[in-house]
């Protein structure tokens, strides 16, 4: 029999296995392969005239966002999470941490090229959604097919 390897379940699975050793405030097991990746849950997929990107950026405003466009590369920086008030963070005595807090990034490589000029972005529920219309020439086209003549 041939098992299939997933690496990332395998280090996933490796983590939580740590994590039991450890007293609950220092499990971070679920966290570290997110943390070493430096980015969260990103989607990309492509319809007949555009690619859609969907990317988890929980606790982020419009003004936490950054998103650039350079020839077929997409590039996204959030700042993610949130902080605690200076006063409450010097009191505080953690018990769970597993909320990740900072800056992410991420470049992904588009499959086909897109009208910068079109691009818009939303962002709902800590789900930010990025539409890119594809440009005209690579957006598919039917082609007519005619006859020479009546009699062929």
Do not use: N
Not at 110 to 132: F, H, K, M, N, R
Request: net charge negative; no cysteine.
């Amino acid at each position: 029999m041939i098992e299939r390897w997933r690496p990332r379940a395998d280090i996933e699975r490796m983590f939580e296995e740590m994590d039991r050793l450890l007293p609950p405030p220092f499990r971070r097991g679920r966290l570290l392969p997110r943390m070493l990746g430096g980015h969260e849950a990103v989607d990309l997929y492509e319809t007949p005239d555009r690619l859609v990107v969907k990317a988890l950026v929980p606790g982020s405003r419009p003004e936490d966002i950054d998103i650039s466009i350079d020839q077929r590369s997409l590039t996204l920086r959030a700042r993610i999470g949130y902080t605690l008030p200076e006063e409450e963070a010097e009191s505080a005595t953690w018990h769970v941490r597993e909320i990740m807090s900072g800056e992410v990034q991420e470049t992904i490589t588009l499959p086909v090229t897109v009208d910068p000029d079109q691009v818009s972005a939303t962002l709902e529920d800590g789900v930010l959604t990025i539409t890119l219309p594809k440009t005209p020439e690579i957006r598919g086209r039917r082609i007519p097919v005619t006859t020479r003549g009546a009699g062929r």
